[in-house]
């Protein structure tokens, strides 16, 4: 089970971060997305890492600005977001895939999803 949390409103040029509380499974052995889809527009992975494999991917419309971290002790997987505008508005989701799978960027490779959380940016 994936849980998202840390979404909210927030200003352009602000900061969120989000939480993607994991259970049931360990970071160790899956490599964990953030997703990010906004009305009228396809699901875009934006972010994703690998603990087992020290990976880490990040989308050009958000390199940069985004910072994806886990923390192994809490089984907990973050995105630290700076610098937000509007574009940036969306639910995010996060999301496992097996190691195999770890540098995909489809939707389609992942089989666990979290609820997602709203941000929205706006002033």
């Known amino acids: 089970q994936l849980v998202e949390s840390g979404g909210g409103l927030v200003q352009p040029g602000g900061s969120l971060r989000l939480s993607c509380a994991a259970s049931g499974f360990s970071l160790d052995y899956y490599a964990i997305a953030w997703f990010r889809q906004a009305p009228g527009k396809e699901r875009e992975a934006v972010s994703t890492?690998?603990?087992?494999?020290?990976?880490?991917y990040y989308s050009d419309s958000v390199k940069g600005r985004f910072s994806i971290s886990a923390d192994n002790a809490e089984n907990t997987v973050y995105l630290q977001m700076n610098s937000l505008k509007a574009e940036d508005t969306a639910v995010y989701y996060c999301a496992r895939t097996s190691l195999y799978y770890s540098d995909s960027l489809s939707a389609a490779h992942y089989d666990c999803w979290g609820q997602g959380t709203q941000v929205t940016v706006s002033s």
């Open positions: 890492i690998s603990i087992g494999e020290n990976y880490r």
